[in-house]
């Protein structure tokens, strides 16, 4: 059930409004009562190719993700057959996206004094990567119920605490719809 990122392009489209932009699953079937879930993706930190970078951000995701089920009183299981549903995720950064975020002062913006009025023109080899969120969660084996995909740019890469606000947010979105726990 991991998605594969296709339709990158149209998302790094979507990417230049700096707002996070979300995307949801449309459900495949009904949604049902679930208490129990257990994870459809093993973590990054067990893949030898895997960077740092991306290995953090998956630990962020994975950790979000769980803090959010376990607030709506989901019950993390380790066994298949105990599991009502699956939960699965993927985060993915795109390093090479250019732009510039108004709303954060310390991004580095450079006005060329010939463009347009609102025309911000960026200094040679600014970037600011693209953070790409997926979460899934359906049945096991079947179509996904909640979720989506959600991506903001992250303009200051060297920051923990933008990093984690960013993926709190996008999980907070793309988890909205969740019921709480069937009790």
Do not use: H
């Amino acid at each position: 059930m991991r998605y594969l990122f296709t339709g990158l392009f149209g998302l790094l489209l979507l990417a230049g409004c700096q707002e996070i932009q979300v995307e949801r699953a449309v459900p495949g079937a009904p949604p049902v009562a679930f208490s129990t879930y257990k994870w459809g993706v093993a973590p990054l930190s067990g893949t030898p190719d895997a960077s740092a970078q991306l290995v953090e951000l998956d630990e962020e995701m994975r950790d979000t993700v769980a803090a959010e089920m376990q607030e709506r009183g989901y019950r993390q299981v380790t066994q298949e057959q105990d599991a009502d549903m699956v939960v699965d995720y993927q985060v993915a950064v795109v390093d090479e996206f250019f732009s510039g975020d108004t709303r954060d002062p310390s991004w580095d913006k450079q006005f060329d004094s010939n463009a347009p009025q609102d025309v911000v023109e960026l200094p040679p080899l600014t970037d600011a990567p693209l953070v790409i969120m997926s979460v899934g969660i359906g049945r096991p084996g079947g179509a996904i119920i909640w979720g989506g995909r959600a991506s903001e740019l992250l303009t200051r890469p060297d920051s923990i605490e933008q990093r984690q606000r960013l993926i709190a947010n996008g999980v907070n979105e793309l988890l909205r719809d969740l019921p709480p726990a069937y009790q």
